[in-house]
């Protein structure tokens, strides 16, 4: 209520017009010879900084590649990787396969915890229930207040009793992981809110006759796009990171089930360190072009 | 489901304006639920368990913990290793952030240091202790070029240690820096540096007078979720160090080690202590919000 009130008032009429063709300025400062002005850096200035960084961040990984091809009796060999497809190992990498697998129904229901609980309710804060977003953001900040450490002392009796009811399988660990990527997947969401004014496209939207889905649909998710991207960017690396948890609860996920079998083969856990990094890496790579190319092909 | 639905019912009926009598609060009981059920209980439990002994009789003699010279030395390594990774991290992180606004938003350069960044972010735990133990372990590619080079044992490596393990943690402090900080960064509307460059001022003027006072509570409200991250980050550290020295290996050791007698309950008063820290960080990451949306609005 009171961030309304404050907001300054002139660029009213402004607000839609700006918030929708999101990508018009930076077309410009492409074609750019004019001058530079605003936040925009030099293309070198940029360049120096991503390289320098992007660098920095490349050694852990290429030191990763390079300990997998280390032979254990010195030089290299491509044997760590041959072991993985022997069947007469097949026994050892049983549990390894069996934890990525309950891994990746439990990014899929942590994400819909997210789009189907979350986002919503986030929305209608916005619109309807303007006074209750600050109780919003203390409920999804909370789980950063608690550490994970600390909330896994309570999840171990709330489990006892919720494996009565759903059984004990991994994919129940997808409510747990939800609330500890609470906080991450609220703040580019609560920031992209923050940026554009829905208050407003919807007053707009609505006083053309749009119905609240279309304004939903059409206004108010396509100007979210980015923030809710971020959200399901970081929450599915937040349950494929997640250890915690399902180490205390006992569940076979990837990373117990990596660390388990560090201790008889850690070639291979850095093989598949590296492999889930680099598909983990592709697979938000697909999700973020989709979500540059869908609104372009809108327009 | 349900949200979703109800949102579309209290839309198809009346068109008037600003309903504030709808339906619309039922969307908001799905989340509530979720919440209590996975949040509530779950965080009031543990809390809770700091005030009972092991037997479940009420008491406040679990507090003589932080009387303890260990557990106080373990609260110092912890603040100052969140405190290292979060400024460190957040200073990193926005110069990666100022450096992407250059970036077309829709290019390929740009899609990938998202989809890196949103990896690196919460890969903390094993993946990354496995990453730092093959770069600078012992037996590291790094140290051992460098021993190589200046002579065998000139370099020892420094992760197994807990300021050591700040190096560790800037690796997914950084990335979580340019996630969360880079929508506040896209903020920053262009009519403003138009405005700046008409009135005569230079991008300097522009940056001292608008972009860093405007930037300024986004900042320090990333560089407290970051701090917040570190504080509470465990997987990572338990990886790397086996003799404690932080408080979420202290909570580790209490939960597991159920044998030593008077210590049962010594994790939810640990806990319980890094809650207060905490809260104090997150009331002063709301003042900062507020600040912040002001004028992202």
Redesign the interface.
């Known amino acids: 209520m009171t961030?309304?009130s404050?907001?300054?008032a002139p660029d009213e009429s402004m607000t839609p017009v700006?918030a929708a063709p999101?990508?018009e300025?930076?077309v410009a400062a492409?074609a750019g010879r004019s001058?530079?002005?605003?936040?925009?850096?030099?293309?070198a200035?940029?360049?120096v900084?991503?390289i320098v960084?992007g660098a920095v961040?490349l050694?852990?990984?290429?030191?990763?590649a390079?300990?997998s091809f280390r032979s254990n009796q010195g030089g290299y060999t491509v044997g760590h990787y041959l072991d993985v497809f022997n069947p007469a190992l097949e026994y050892t990498y049983d549990g390894l396969f069996v934890g990525i697998q309950n891994s990746l129904g439990l990014c899929v229901i942590t994400v819909a915890?997210i789009l189907?609980?979350?986002l919503?309710?986030m929305i209608?804060?916005e619109l309807?229930?303007p006074k209750?977003r600050?109780v919003l953001?203390f409920?999804c900040?909370?789980?950063?207040?608690?550490?994970?450490?600390?909330?896994?002392?309570?999840?171990i009796?709330?489990y006892s009793l919720l494996s009565q009811l759903l059984g004990s399988d991994a994919w129940t660990l997808g409510?747990?992981i939800?609330?500890i990527a609470?906080?991450?997947a609220y703040?580019?969401i609560a920031?992209?809110l923050?940026?554009v004014?829905v208050v407003t496209l919807t007053?707009a939207a609505?006083s053309l006759g749009a119905?609240?889905?279309s304004?939903?649909w059409r206004v108010v998710i396509p100007n979210l796009r980015?923030?809710i991207l971020?959200a399901c960017?970081?929450t599915?690396?937040?349950v494929?990171?997640?250890?915690?948890i399902a180490s205390?609860l006992s569940r076979t996920t990837f990373?117990t089930a990596?660390?388990l079998i560090?201790h008889t083969d850690?070639y291979v856990?850095?093989i598949f360190?590296l492999i889930?990094?680099l598909l983990?890496?592709v697979l938000?790579?697909a999700?973020?072009?989709l979500g540059?190319i869908r609104p372009?092909s809108k327009d | 489901m349900t949200a979703l639905a109800s949102n579309r019912g209290a839309g198809v009926t009346p068109r008037r304006r600003g309903a504030r009598s709808g339906t619309g609060w039922i969307g908001l009981i799905p989340f509530s639920v979720y919440a209590i059920l996975f949040l509530g209980i779950p965080a009031v439990l543990a809390i809770a368990s700091g005030f009972f002994t092991s037997g479940g009789t009420f008491t406040i003699s679990n507090f003589s913990a932080f009387g303890d010279p260990v557990i106080l030395k373990d609260l110092v390594g912890s603040l100052g290793l969140s405190a290292a990774s979060a400024i460190l991290g957040a200073v990193v992180g926005a110069l990666v952030c100022y450096a992407m606004l250059g970036m077309n938003p829709d290019g390929w350069l740009r899609t990938i240091v998202d989809s890196a960044a949103s990896v690196l972010a919460q890969f903390g735990g094993v993946m990354l202790a496995f990453a730092f133990i093959a770069t600078i372990g012992n037996q590291g590619l790094l140290i051992v070029i460098l021993n190589q080079v200046f002579g065998p044992g000139t370099f020892s490596s420094p992760i197994y240690t807990v300021p050591g393990l700040t190096l560790v943690y800037l690796y997914f402090e950084i990335p979580l820096m340019v996630l969360t900080f880079m929508p506040a960064l896209e903020a920053l509307k262009p009519a403003w540096g138009e405005a700046v460059a008409t009135l005569g001022g230079s991008r300097w003027t522009y940056w001292r007078k608008v972009g860093f006072p405007i930037l300024a509570p986004a900042f320090f409200g990333c560089m407290i979720l970051l701090f917040a991250n570190s504080f509470s980050s465990f997987a990572t550290a338990a990886a790397l160090i086996s003799q404690g020295g932080i408080w979420p290996l202290d909570i580790q050791r209490a939960l597991t080690s159920e044998t030593v007698v008077g210590h049962e309950n010594e994790a939810g008063v640990i806990a319980l202590g890094m809650i207060v820290v905490m809260v104090v960080l997150m009331s002063a990451y709301g003042v900062l919000q507020r600040r912040a949306a002001r004028w992202e609005r």
């Open positions: 961030a309304i404050t907001r300054p700006q999101a990508a300025p930076f492409r001058p530079r002005y605003g936040a925009k850096p030099a293309r200035t940029s360049l900084i991503l960084v961040f050694l852990p990984i290429a030191a990763m390079i300990f915890i189907v609980l979350l919503p309710v209608l804060t309807r229930y209750l600050r953001e409920v900040l909370l789980p950063i207040t608690i550490p994970t450490v600390v909330l896994v002392v309570g999840f009796p709330v409510f747990a939800g609330v609470l906080p991450y703040r580019p920031v992209n923050a940026g004014d007053e609505r119905g609240w889905l304004v939903l980015r923030g971020a960017f970081i599915i690396a937040v494929l990171g997640e250890y915690t205390f990373q990596l660390v560090q850690p856990a850095v360190s889930a990094l983990a890496f938000l790579l999700i973020g072009r540059s372009r």
